[in-house]
């Protein structure tokens, strides 16, 4: 079983913090992405990856940063946090590019900003 | 510009009733289509999906359709049951994944 996890489910910070929020595959997937859910909005992806050390914009990059320093590992940095950032956080892999193979999902992180 | 649309936000379902979930898209270029479910506190979880050479694809309960001409797919569960209770996102794959906005599923016992 592909098991993704995320280093919290809740996360509380203030406006103007760095916040680290990380992501970890166990499958050895090359493929790692970030989204945030927001209602009505559904899933918007921030940034992807298709491998160590490489990172691709999303839809909504901005306010956001990525680092990928080693393949099972996807951490998403909030340089300077904002209310509009307060949303669900997910984190997800997969083995193949879109198209050719599911992703898997972690639980999520739920991240106010006051 | 959302490509990928989910226009109902709720569905509500006597058990053992089919449950049809819609989704709509605009993009021509998208070669693969998937559904997933996500409880509450859950990460969403792969449910089915179809490539875009091939108008139906079963499951179980659960039944994908895929109208090409329209852009549109459908979700089928045929018997619903509580445990379905959930939201359902579409996604739409063409070098990356698009998602919908999600339909809340709520099956009455």
């Known amino acids: 079983d592909v098991k993704v996890t995320q280093s919290s489910r809740y996360l509380v910070k203030r406006t103007g913090e760095k916040v680290f929020l990380e992501c970890v595959q166990d499958?050895?997937?090359?493929?790692m992405f970030w989204y945030r859910q927001d209602p009505g909005l559904g899933l918007r992806l921030i940034y992807f990856?298709?491998?160590?050390?490489?990172?691709e914009k999303g839809d909504i990059p901005e306010g956001y940063s990525v680092s990928r320093e080693k393949k099972e590992r996807f951490s998403l940095i909030l340089e300077s946090a904002s209310t509009n950032q307060t949303s669900m956080y997910l984190c997800?892999?997969?083995?193949?590019?879109?198209?050719?193979?599911?992703?898997?999902f972690g639980p999520g992180t739920r991240l106010t900003v006051l | 510009d959302q490509q990928v649309k989910q226009n109902s936000p709720s569905l509500s379902v006597q058990e053992g009733r089919i449950s049809i979930l819609n989704c709509d898209y605009t993009?021509?270029?998208?070669?693969?289509f998937l559904w997933y479910k996500k409880y509450p506190a859950e990460g969403p979880t792969f449910l089915i999906s179809?490539?875009?050479?091939?108008d139906k694809n079963e499951d179980g309960r659960f039944t994908v359709f895929l109208n090409k001409s329209a852009k549109h797919l459908s979700l089928h569960i045929v018997p619903s049951q509580p445990g379905d209770s959930a939201v359902y996102f579409c996604?739409?794959?063409?070098?990356?994944?698009?998602f919908g906005s999600g339909t809340k599923l709520n099956v009455k016992p």
């Open positions: 997800a892999s997969s083995s193949d590019r879109p198209g050719a193979d599911t992703q898997y």
């Open positions: 499958m050895d997937h090359e493929n």
């Open positions: 990856s298709y491998d160590v050390k490489m990172k």
């Open positions: 993009n021509s270029m998208f070669d693969y």
């Open positions: 179809i490539s875009s050479i091939k």
């Open positions: 996604a739409a794959a063409f070098n990356k994944f698009y």
